[in-house]
T-cell receptor, first 113, second 110 residues
């Protein structure tokens, strides 16, 4: 049973470009969370999704950021018109049910130049 | 408002020393998880505690869940350089969210 898979591991974008981060949850997991982590800091919640639904996006900036978890395929975190301040590690986690552990991917490190 | 507060935020100790990391909340959690994150990697689940007062051991690591299920501690005996990392507590609330603590960055000096 493969773990949570994120790709790419590293992503470099110029200011103004779009960044697409992908997350394939563990098999059988229908709950997906996205977190952002700045260097030397903890994990900051961004968005919680279930299949085809956004459950909680209270941690996601109102502009330029969007997330989806379609019926088929990975969850996508999309950042439009990236700025230098978007440079961070973005982690995805998945859970099977509401009260079970979350398992993390290895993250995508976004660098905006 | 941070739902889970961890202390200390940073900890640097010599190899062989013991240490305790705390995770506190004013809210009750149905369970709490502890994760360790190494540089450049994602957090890895260490343990889940579910029952108030529960104690779990993982080699030199001892995890305890408070009786009221509002706090937890992680005790490391005879720390080794391989224990270096960011330790995070986390847990689900009664709704949809999964909260993370503020994290404790541990450095074990050889």
């Amino acid at each position: 049973n493969a773990g949570v898979m994120q790709n790419p591991r590293h992503l470099v974008r110029r200011r103004g470009q779009e960044a697409r981060l992908r997350c394939s949850p563990m098999k059988g997991h229908s709950h997906v969370y996205w977190y952002r982590q700045l260097p030397e800091e903890g994990l900051k919640f961004m968005v919680y999704l279930q299949k085809e639904n956004i459950i909680d996006e209270s941690g996601m900036p109102k502009e330029r950021f969007s997330a989806e978890f379609p019926k088929e395929g990975p969850s996508i975190l999309r950042i439009q018109q990236v700025v230098r301040g978007d440079s961070a590690a973005y982690f995805c986690a998945s859970r099977q049910y509401m009260n079970t552990e979350a398992f993390f991917g290895q993250g995508t490190r976004l660098t905006v130049v | 408002t941070q739902l889970l507060e961890q202390s200390p935020q940073f900890l640097s100790i010599q190899e062989g020393e013991n240490l305790t990391v705390y995770c506190n909340s004013s809210s009750v959690f149905s369970s709490l998880q502890w994760y360790r994150q190494e540089p450049g990697e994602g957090p890895v689940l260490l343990v889940t505690v579910v029952t108030g007062g529960e104690v779990k051991k993982l080699k030199r690591l001892t995890f305890q869940f408070g009786d009221a299920r509002k706090d937890s501690s992680l005790h490391i005996t005879a720390a080794q350089p391989g224990d270096t990392g960011l330790y995070l507590c986390a847990g689900p609330n009664t709704g949809n969210q999964f909260y993370f603590g503020t994290g404790t960055s541990l450095t074990v000096i050889p």
